[in-house]
Nanobody
Framework: VQLQASGGGLVQAGGSLRLSCAAS????????MGWHRQAPGKQRELVAR???????YYADSVKGRFTISRDNATNTAYLQMNSLKPEDTAVYYC?????????WGQGTQVTVSS
């Protein structure tokens, strides 16, 4: 599974950004897609995930601010990030779960200035 990530950038606190992740495999074949993030000096953490069965997971730190969605027609997942905070600054990595393996896209930098 190949993943092409896009989006990210620099935004002021309170602003919004949208990340996209296009998969090379039909989305209905994937068990889940989502994003992790890694800030400098911190461990990579799971931010959000959307499953083939239409359920979602969000880290407590982003609940109510981030929304993950999927477009089966284009095999693309989206992460809409609103009310961004400086602590959201990190490299965001999209991922897909397929069979018993995880696949990763390239990292996307998100920087939130205060």
């Amino acid at each position: 599974v190949q993943l092409q990530a896009s989006g990210g950038g620099l935004v002021q606190a309170g602003g919004s950004l949208r990340l996209s992740c296009a998969a090379s495999k039909d989305m209905f074949r994937l068990n889940a897609m989502g994003w992790h993030r890694q800030a400098p000096g911190k461990q990579r953490e799971l931010v959000a995930r959307i499953y083939k069965v239409p359920t979602t997971y969000y880290a407590d730190s982003v609940k109510g601010r981030f929304t993950i969605s999927r477009d089966n027609a284009t095999n693309t997942a989206y992460l809409q990030m609103n009310s961004l905070k400086p602590e959201d600054t990190a490299v965001y990595y999209c991922h897909a779960l397929y069979l018993n393996a995880a696949y990763w896209g390239q990292g996307t930098q998100v920087t939130v200035s205060s």
